[in-house]
């Protein structure tokens, strides 16, 4: 049985192996450049409902409500989903203000990180193929 080069075909390991660590370097140095700003925060605007703003403490008053339900009767459905639905409210909250910058780089720093990206991409995809 005649040797496979990388994904079962014809292609060469080294461009393979060569692509995928370009890739894993340039997504590296990408994530490694975006910040992550949350504005989310007690008296901001988690988000909108029906064009009301739901702010972080009408959320944290649902959210003792329900606590308080259920410590006065343990099987009281209605503490568990106001507790439960203002925690889920409120991680849906700080997601959706969360906001993506590139930090500052320059254009060459920008330039090598879409050339690792996506000539690594190539090499990989290339390697892939019968020859």
């Given at each position: ?59 944290l008053v649902v959210f003792m409500f ?25 991680i849906f909250g700080v997601i959706a ?9 320059s254009v060459f720093d920008l330039l ?20």
């Amino acid at each position: 049985m005649a040797h496979r080069g990388a994904g079962g075909t014809d292609g060469g390991q080294g461009s393979f192996l060569l692509g995928l660590i370009m890739m894993i370097g340039g997504g590296y140095l990408l994530l490694q450049s975006i910040i992550v700003r949350p504005a989310f925060g007690f008296g901001m605007t988690a988000f909108n409902a029906g064009g009301v703003p739901v702010t972080s403490g009408m959320i944290l008053v649902v959210f003792m409500f329900g606590v308080g339900l259920i410590f006065y009767k343990r099987e009281n459905y209605l503490g568990w989903i106001l507790a439960v639905g203002s925690i889920i409210a409120l991680i849906f909250g700080v997601i959706a203000s969360t906001t993506l910058q590139f930090s500052r780089m320059s254009v060459f720093d920008l330039l090598v990180i879409l050339v690792l990206l996506f000539g690594g991409a190539g090499l990989f995809l290339r390697s892939l193929l019968a020859k």
